[in-house]
């Protein structure tokens, strides 16, 4: 569905891709949301979204070489923006049934991709 629209891209390190797809498996082989899937979803889910917030707010100042000043605030903005967010991430995991629990892993296995060949 993604490929059919406009879309933005955040890298992520090889080393999390490789978990990101590895617990995407494991918890769909388990087929259940229970505590342990959820904890390791939770998990999995905090650590994508700090790539990302990484990449999109930090990685331009660092790009405009910004003074350490004005990383810290960021980086202080974004703390909170992450604190804020796993907070609402766990609420909503700890509410999903089996059914609820395969559509995020059928999510984020869609917007994971490999590297394009140079």
């Known amino acids: 569905m993604l490929k059919q629209q406009s879309h933005i891209v955040a890298p992520i390190p090889d080393g999390l891709r490789t978990r990101a797809l590895y617990t ?10 229970d505590k342990e899937a959820i904890d390791k979803l939770f998990n999995l889910i905090v650590e994508m979204t700090e790539e990302g917030l990484d990449f999109f707010f930090l990685e331009p100042l660092r790009r405009l070489h910004a003074s350490s000043m004005m990383m810290g605030m960021a980086k202080m903005g974004i703390g909170s923006m992450l604190k804020g967010s796993k907070m ?31």
């Open 88 to 118: 609402v991430v766990h609420k909503v995991l700890k509410k999903l049934d089996d059914r609820s629990l395969a559509a995020i892993l059928d999510f984020i296995e869609e917007i994971i991709h490999e590297p394009e060949q140079a």
């Open 24 to 33: 995407v498996g494991e918890l769909r082989e388990r087929g259940r949301a």
